[in-house]
T-cell receptor, first 111, second 112 residues
Framework: GQQVMQIPQYQHVQEGEDFTTYCNSS?????IQWYKQRPGGHPVFLIQ?????EVKKQKRLTFQFGEAKKNSSLHITATQTTDVGTYFC???????????FGTGTSLTVIP | SQTIHQWPATLVQPVGSPLSLECTVE??????LYWYRQAAGRGLQLLFY??????ISSEVPQNLSASRPQDRQFILSSKKLLLSDSGFYLC???????????FGPGTRLTVT
């Protein structure tokens, strides 16, 4: 079964509204990475968090790594049409060389 | 700066035909290389991972194989394609194992 789940699977928001996607792993991760994939494109690396409880910001995007290093979130403030795409979390298991991408959250921003 | 190339961009192949997809990286040495497959509207599945020439790990049993004949070249192959091999194939590289990865433009494969 899926090792890294993301919710929601789809999200439609009005431009200007906030958006959050949640990532949950069945196993502790040594780090968590976030990627954005525009429709028809390839995933683009956004950020990596390594420390338990770490929070990082990139302009309107806020990323958080859970204390137990099994979950993470991405929050976008005041969405814009340029934020459209699918957001994936990903990370290697702390116990070995297994690496999983999350199931992804597809964001649609309505102008 | 580093660049990653993949070709072809799109490919339509009949069932039972062979496959060869190539990925090359420029601007870095000894990269970690990855092959992923993405089914339509789905997430990414790691197929192969390589830490060096001729050092390849397979993450899932399948109809595909990978080779790394040169430091910055990664090839995905199949002897006989199946319908289920259709998908978006992405190559990626990283400087450190399983850390931030940079993806190529991908190959959209349709097996008919």
């Amino acid at each position: 079964g899926q090792q890294v789940m993301q919710i929601p699977q789809y999200q439609h928001v009005q431009e200007g509204e906030d958006f959050t996607t949640y990532c949950n792993s069945s196993t502790t991760l040594s780090n968590i990475q976030w990627y954005k994939q525009r429709p028809g494109g390839h995933p683009v690396f956004l950020i990596q968090l390594v420390k338990s409880g770490e929070v990082k910001k990139q302009k309107r995007l806020t990323f958080q790594f859970g204390e137990a290093k099994k979950n993470s979130s991405l929050h976008i403030t005041a969405t814009q049409t340029t934020d459209v795409g699918t957001y994936f979390c990903a990370g290697p298991w702390d116990t070995g060389n297994q690496f999983y991408f999350g199931t992804g959250t597809s964001l649609t921003v309505i102008p | 700066s580093q660049t990653i190339h993949q070709w072809p961009a799109t490919l339509v192949q009949p069932v039972g035909s062979p496959l060869s997809l190539e990925c090359t990286v420029e601007g870095t040495s000894n990269p970690n290389l990855y092959w992923y497959r993405q089914a339509a509207g789905r997430g990414l599945q790691l197929l192969f991972y390589s830490i060096g020439i001729d050092q390849i790990s397979s993450e899932v049993p399948q109809n595909l194989s990978a080779s790394r004949p040169q430091d910055r070249q990664f090839i995905l192959s199949s002897k006989k394609l199946l319908l289920s091999d259709s998908g978006f194939y992405l190559c990626a590289w990283s400087g450190t194992s399983y850390y931030e990865q940079y993806f190529g433009p991908g190959t959209r494969l349709t097996v008919t």
